[in-house]
């Protein structure tokens, strides 16, 4: 039972952390029409700046400035010099000048920091881990991914649903060219959101760099799973990447810790271990289609 | 007719030239050529990089010759793509005409392009990768393993926690070829109680779900073979998850090089590792070799710089005997299979299936002088360990 919950609450953490990157996704998306491959290449920026700064200064905080500045000025002079290009042209060009960015970002990385792994450790204060539950002793930066990523996600409901700038997001979203022909500066409004984007992508890659490996490329396997959360959650849509992070967190995690146990009670151990394996690895996927049949549009669309 | 004669004879000295050019082309003055596939470029790049390195710092340390033979190193970079591999191994052999290639890190590599070489008759050192089909049914006689069978390296791990009397295990890995083969090279050692296994994704970035299933399983100690950034991911995420105070962790020799310490800091302390070579051997080719190392590149070698270093020396000690000719193939293989030259290891020598017999050492992971972490030699795991393969070799 212990187990169970302790599991849970790994599916969460997990769920948030994606949904730092979904969030800014999504909205680029939702808003701006345009698929941006280099997100992870913005998630990587932050981890790599974050892990350098710590390593002059030896402050956390530092650290994580040191990240989201310049997770945020990479994705303002991306939007300034090749985006503002694309955005009238159809997805494919999209798809492949943000996946050259990826190369292009992957390879200034390695000739600044070189091919090994940085080193970014979690800070005194929050290491270790402490039973807030009797029996499950769990780390505590693990605690504050989850408490940051749960007020993250509560100013920026606060910011869409609540203020002006929100609200010209969501007529963004909805209607274009009308905020357009209504007057509103939509470049500097696609300018923001996509900079907002890219500091949320930042935050997320700052705060991984003491859990992962902060290394070239780290951005790519994450990239995938985000995309994944936000067709789950219906694109454009703040509520609904939450609601597909946390989905795809919890139902990846469950069936890793659980799968391979419950087939081990029905087969013999190896194939078990094979299939339970292979199950859990495709089942965030499987997820994904079954919501699409079920609800194209994703969970919480942003509109209609 | 006249006018054609002088044409005719200016294009037959022409021609004698150019034949001329061709044949000394190939005189054994020039440097022998010794392509060099390798990864360099993603994550595993520096792996590449030491190999390359320490190859290119033995034929220095002799003036650029090995064995007494002026050599030539041609690298290329196969970015972790067979296909890639392919394509260089094509214009070494028939663009360069070379007839002796090495390099190669990754197994899924090697096992695309190492046929391929061998067929055209030319000779494979690999300084890395073994898979274990080369090993056995489908061993070469052109085709050499310098570092071990990648058995080898977790049978090491096998036998280690066996000695250190650990009675109920966990043992995870990547759900991949290389993952299950370790998994496999560990169990044929490791003769105690397996409490849990778990094949991992490839690209997974959380273990928190693993971690938990091994703190309700208790087992005695955890064995873990996540090559590269996954077992820096996983390493952190174990240590933050208080488990390295209760469960030793073991690991093979890929899991646990200078730069993943660098990458996870006192995190590595207490591991426990099995190994070929560590930089603290004390025979003088090692001393010397670790020495120079650091002098030319200011950074410690890992584990696959020697290998690299072993594989030019020994293709030195061949060349020497041969005196350069690589064209008399045989005498040229019988001198590799002698192995005739200093290994930074100690006492090497290689099986019928030309992969080696050396020992292997247990290595724990200790605060150094300076503060970080650092390798140390602790005992003898196998003395004169082959592979599990060479029997299915009919060499």
Not at chain 2, 237 to 254: E, I, N, R
Request: aromatic residues 10%; contains cysteine.
């Amino acid at each position: 039972m212990l187990l169970i919950v302790e599991q849970l609450l790994n599916g969460l953490q997990f769920g948030v952390m994606l949904f730092l990157l979904a969030a800014g996704l999504t909205l680029v998306f939702g808003i701006m029409g345009l698929i941006n491959l280099a997100h992870g290449s913005l998630y990587m920026i932050g981890a790599f700046a974050a892990a350098a700064v710590g390593r002059l200064t030896g402050s956390f905080i530092l650290a994580l400035l040191g990240g989201v500045t310049a997770a945020a000025l990479a994705g303002l002079a991306i939007e300034w010099l090749v985006l503002r290009r694309l955005y009238q042209r159809d997805h494919l060009d999209q798809v492949l000048a943000t996946y050259g960015l990826i190369l292009f970002f992957n390879e200034a990385t390695t000739m600044l920091f070189g091919r090994q792994p940085l080193f970014a450790d979690v800070p005194a204060a929050l290491g270790g881990s402490i039973e807030f539950i009797p029996g499950i002793p769990y780390p505590v930066y693990r605690l504050a991914i989850l408490l940051v990523g749960g007020l993250v996600a509560a100013l920026l409901y606060g910011l869409i649903a609540r203020t002006r700038i929100g609200m010209l997001v969501r007529a963004g979203t909805t209607d274009r060219e009308m905020l357009r022909a209504l007057g509103v500066d939509v470049r500097l409004l696609y300018t923001a959101v996509f900079t907002l984007g890219a500091l949320l992508a930042g935050l997320a890659g700052a705060m991984a760099g003491p859990i992962f490996s902060v290394q070239v490329g780290m951005g790519e396997p994450v990239l995938i799973q985000t995309f994944v959360v936000i067709i789950i959650g219906g694109v454009g849509s703040i509520r609904g990447a939450m609601a597909g992070a946390l989905l795809v967190g919890l139902v990846d995690t469950m069936t890793r810790a659980f799968l391979p146990g419950l087939l081990r009670s029905m087969m013999p151990l190896s194939e078990a271990d094979a299939l339970g394996g292979g199950v859990s690895s495709i089942a965030v996927y499987v997820l994904m289609a079954g919501i699409l049949l079920w609800r194209p549009r994703g969970l919480l669309p942003a509109h209609g | 007719m006249r006018r054609m004669l002088p044409s005719l004879s200016a294009f037959a000295v022409v021609a004698g030239l150019v034949a001329t050019c061709l044949s000394s082309g190939a005189s054994a003055a020039d440097p022998v050529k010794i392509g060099m596939i390798t990864t360099l470029s993603g994550p595993g790049g520096y792996l590449g990089e030491d190999v390359r390195d320490s190859f290119q710092l033995a034929i220095d340390q002799e003036g650029g010759k090995l064995g007494g033979v002026p050599v030539s190193l041609l690298v290329q970079d196969d970015a972790l793509k067979p296909a890639t591999a392919k394509q260089i191994v094509e214009t070494y052999l028939q663009g360069e005409h070379a007839k002796i290639l090495t390099g190669i890190i990754f197994s899924n590599v090697a096992g695309a392009v190492v046929p391929d070489v061998v067929e055209s008759g030319a000779f494979y050192i690999s300084p890395n990768a073994a898979p274990s089909n080369l090993a056995g049914k489908e061993c070469n006689p052109n085709y050499f393993a310098v570092a071990w069978q990648n058995d080898a390296l977790h049978e090491a791990a096998g036998q280690n926690v066996q000695n250190h009397g650990y009675k109920r295990m966990f043992i995870l890995a990547p759900n991949y070829q290389a993952g299950k083969d370790a998994l496999t090279g560990f169990k044929r050692f490791y003769k105690g109680e397996i409490v849990g296994e778990i094949y991992t994704k490839l690209d997974q970035t959380d273990f928190s779900a693993e971690l938990a299933q091994i703190r309700a399983a208790k087992p005695d100690a955890v064995f873990q073979f996540q090559p590269g950034g996954l077992g820096i991911t996983f390493l952190k995420q174990y240590v933050q998850a208080g488990l390295k105070d209760t469960t030793p962790m073991f690991v093979s020799a890929p899991s646990m090089d200078w730069h993943i310490m660098e990458a996870v800091g006192d995190a590595a302390i207490g591991v426990q590792v099995a190994s070929h070579w560590n930089v603290d051997f004390d025979n003088p080719a090692s001393q010397q070799f670790v020495a120079a190392f650091k002098a030319k590149y200011g950074r410690m070698p890992t584990y696959y710089a020697s290998q690299g270093y072993d594989t030019a020396r020994l293709i030195g000690s061949a060349l020497k005997a041969v005196g350069g000719d690589v064209d008399k193939a045989d005498a040229f293989r019988a001198a590799l299979r002698k192995a005739d030259f200093a290994s930074v290891r100690g006492p090497f020598k290689f099986a019928n299936n030309q992969h080696p017999i050396q020992d292997w050492f247990a290595l724990s992971v200790d605060k150094g002088a300076d503060g970080k972490p650092t390798l140390k030699t602790v005992s003898k795991i196998f003395e004169q360990h082959g592979d599990a393969y060479a029997a299915e070799c009919k060499m």
